[in-house]
């Protein structure tokens, strides 16, 4: 006898929507069932996690999903995925591969439950675990669906900025007699190639690349796929990280009128919003590229700033780091992060003209784990620093201390007039280069020596507090001057 009991759980604890309870028995061989269930209204995602018992007696159960155009005779299969997968979603814009994505009409539908073996004797017992997604959900959501790559904490390198075939990234074709829209394949086996924890795909104002982070996360189970989209606007480019609802761009048109049309949208999709490579052109060299907005922005609204984008750390000209203390200097707290902007995944080496290989620079995050949700609220939190060249062995980390008190980069620290705060960094891979302290946008020369001259070194230092608000960062330089790391502040007296 077969059988279907359906059961609602409260879903704020990340528990399942709906749980089908059902069995098969012998005489369910080489039979196909439907299981109902209600899609309400307002869903945009359907992930469904399938168990069933009998698999040591050879029973098999095949999986597959019809939508409501699928009743009475109607073809409206979604998706099959034979017994492959245990696991599945699908969106309105992505799905598990072996499904189609679309739209999530409400109303009923059925698991299609394919028998190819199953004893006369035996009894199976099934559970299907179901839960609803909703516009706004963070892309992180229902957590079953992303597992953290690793869950200790740690230092989780990165690169927030690429575009593949979504949008405008190109490379060489097979013969190499051409360029192509470049498969989103060889962005991610570059990134793994490199040794990165994470990488956000950030296409033109799309999110088509989400499909193909469905089919290529799980195999890449030490690459955290991050999907984003950089919002590319005449009037400045930013990036959107960790959701992919749909948003509208269009500023200057009726519906969008101004940038803080846009940030508002971003906010109701609890994404993370980073301004990019802020001092560019914006004319026909690069149109848009630059942060030329026509109205006042509300930058509260704003959680990070691409301060090295490329190469461009370098350029005293195209730096995005006076614009981003610029900003520090008006009691912002926004997070430094870098950017490849990587446009060729198979470019090995900087390009004339400025194109750089994923991972040049590379955002490193102190992270509780390496998971979506993880590293982006380690990003809002500043935990943040940019390795300008991109060298994995390379690590930093700069810790104010007053009082009892601890503050990492991102971190503030109350220091009362005439209090001592005491500063540590550590640094790893950088022998022969030096620690620079900057507070406030200015050069602070402290007492004693900022040079480190072994693989792993500590550096120390006092800054005596007037009591007021402050922010201190550090960088570290090459002998030759060159800038190697950029630190994230520590917020005094906020």
């Known amino acids: 006898m077969w059988l279907a009991v359906l059961s609602v759980a409260c879903a704020t604890d990340g528990a399942p929507d709906v749980v089908l309870h059902g069995s098969l028995q012998g005489s369910d061989n080489h039979s196909y069932r439907e299981v109902p269930f209600d899609v309400p209204a307002g869903v945009n995602r359907i992930t ?253 609204l704003v959680q990070a700033i691409e301060a090295v984008n490329g190469m461009d750390a370098l350029s005293p000209i195209y730096s995005g780091i006076p614009f981003w203390e610029a900003q520090l200097n008006k009691g912002l707290h926004l997070t430094g992060i870098g950017g490849s902007d990587n446009h060729d995944a198979k470019l090995a080496l900087p390009a004339p003209g400025g194109s750089t290989p994923i991972g040049l620079p590379t955002t490193v995050v102190h992270a509780e784990e390496l998971s979506m949700r993880a590293i982006l609220e380690a990003i809002r939190a500043g935990h943040v620093f940019i390795d300008v060249q991109g060298r994995p062995g390379r690590a930093f980390d700069f810790v104010a201390s007053q009082g009892g008190r601890e503050a990492e980069m991102g971190d503030t620290l109350a220091a009362p007039r005439g209090a001592a705060v005491q500063v540590t960094m550590h640094a790893k891979g950088l022998d022969g280069a030096h620690a620079q302290i900057i507070v406030d946008g200015k050069e602070y020369v402290p007492t004693g020596d900022l040079s480190i001259h072994s693989a792993e070194q500590a550096l120390s230092f006092e800054w005596p507090s007037d009591g007021g608000r402050h922010w201190m960062r550090a960088n570290v330089r090459a002998a030759d001057g060159a800038l190697l790391i950029v630190g994230n502040p520590v917020y005094l007296n906020e």
């Open 48 to 300: 469904v996690q399938f168990e069933y018992s009998g698999r040591e007696e050879r029973t098999t159960i095949d999986l597959g999903l019809e939508d409501p155009s699928g009743f009475h005779g109607q073809q409206g299969l979604r998706g099959w995925t034979g017994g492959s997968k245990q696991l599945f979603t699908v969106g309105a814009i992505d799905a598990t591969p072996s499904f189609a994505p679309g739209p999530i009409q409400p109303g009923r539908w059925n698991l299609l439950l394919g028998v190819p073996n199953i004893r006369a004797s035996s009894n199976s017992a099934f559970t299907a675990k179901i839960w609803f997604g909703h516009p706004g959900d963070p892309a992180w959501l229902p957590a079953v669906l992303n597992p953290p790559q690793r869950k200790e904490p740690g230092w989780y390198r990165g690169d927030l900025h690429m575009h593949g075939a979504h949008s405008d990234g190109s490379c060489p074709t097979q013969s190499g007699e051409g360029k192509a829209p470049c498969p989103l394949v060889f962005t991610v086996e570059d990134a793994s190639r490199r040794g990165l924890d994470f990488i956000a795909l950030s296409d033109h104002n799309t999110v088509s690349q989400a499909n193909d982070i469905r089919e290529l996360q799980p195999y890449y189970d030490h690459l955290l796929l991050i999907p984003a989209r950089e919002i590319t606007t005449f009037q400045g480019h930013a990036n959107l990280f960790g959701t992919i609802e749909p948003l509208d761009f269009r500023i200057g048109s009726k519906a969008v009128p101004d940038w803080n049309a846009v940030l508002k949208q971003a906010a109701d999709l609890h994404a993370l919003f980073s301004i990019n490579h802020p001092i560019r052109p914006n004319d026909e060299t690069c149109m848009g590229c630059g942060w030329t907005p026509a109205q006042p922005v509300d930058m509260h």
